[in-house]
């Protein structure tokens, strides 16, 4: 019963989001709209969410990195982080009608996995936005599975905030995975945490390579996430496109 009231709460929240975000002209405005409406949501379906660090995000543009165990993962983002951020989303969103719509007018970025040349044309643009100074929300394992555990990171993220000179935010998310894994319809009730931890800064001789600043990044969730390193036994999708010179951009689900 509680699965079927959420699942009905947030398709009324998300009809609210969509109205808001065809009619409102600035994009700041319907970005405000939207979170509010995410917020609501958690809110109407009795999800208490626990925020700390948020401190930890600066003023200006920066990159946010986050775990990825769930559908609800980018809700959780856009409902809590600033209204400035972009979130990178995975390409066949947009054959998702309204979603694709709402996504796009929130200023949404999307990542093509599969055709090579849309994939390296996809990872230029989010190259300029992040020179540009564009704040980005990205989920480095690029999908979630239903083992808890981290994945590895693949460092097109990383690549841009270098190319911007932007902090990376490494962010995690707790309790997710629990309310809507993987293979499931129906949420279950449960706490959410959001935590942010502090920024790292590219540009020094120790996170000079977008490698090393993506296993900077990595190191910090997985010192807090108390989930397992599932890098070593992660394997890559057989579908997808080979990482082009700045490597496939993690992106939402």
């Not at 405005?29 to 930890?56: D, E, K, P, Q, Y």
């Not at 790292?200 to 807090?224: D, H, M, N």
Request: with cysteine; net charge positive.
């Amino acid at each position: 019963m509680y699965g079927s009231f959420a699942l009905a709460s947030f398709f009324v929240c998300s009809v609210g989001a969509l109205l808001g975000a065809a009619v409102l002209p600035a994009l700041s405005w319907r970005r405000r709209w939207v979170s509010a409406a995410a917020r609501c949501w958690f809110m109407v379906a009795g999800i208490r969410v626990t925020r700390s660090g948020l401190a930890h995000i600066p003023p200006g543009h920066c990159v946010v990195v986050a775990n990825h165990a769930s559908y609800l993962d980018g809700v959780i983002l856009q409902a809590y982080l600033p209204p400035r951020f972009s979130y990178v989303i995975k390409g066949e969103m947009q054959n998702v009608p309204l979603a694709s719509f709402l996504l796009r007018r929130i200023g949404s970025r999307f990542v093509d996995r599969f055709v090579a040349t849309n994939s390296t044309r996809d990872a230029r643009n989010l190259l300029k936005a992040a020179s540009a100074g564009e704040s980005l929300g990205v989920f480095p394992e690029g999908t979630f599975r239903p083992e808890a555990g981290l994945h590895k990171f693949r460092a097109g993220a990383f690549a841009a905030a270098i190319k911007g000179r932007l902090p990376v935010v490494p962010v995690v998310i707790r309790g997710s995975r629990h309310i809507l894994p993987a293979r499931r319809i129906l949420p279950r009730r449960g706490p959410l945490a959001i935590d942010a931890l502090p920024a790292i800064v590219p540009g020094s001789e120790e996170f000079a390579g977008s490698k090393t600043l993506a296993q900077a990044a990595r190191q910090r969730l997985l010192s807090v996430l108390d989930e397992p390193d599932l890098a070593r036994h992660g394997e890559p999708d057989p579908r997808a496109v080979p990482e082009p010179g700045l490597q496939s951009l993690g992106r939402c689900e």
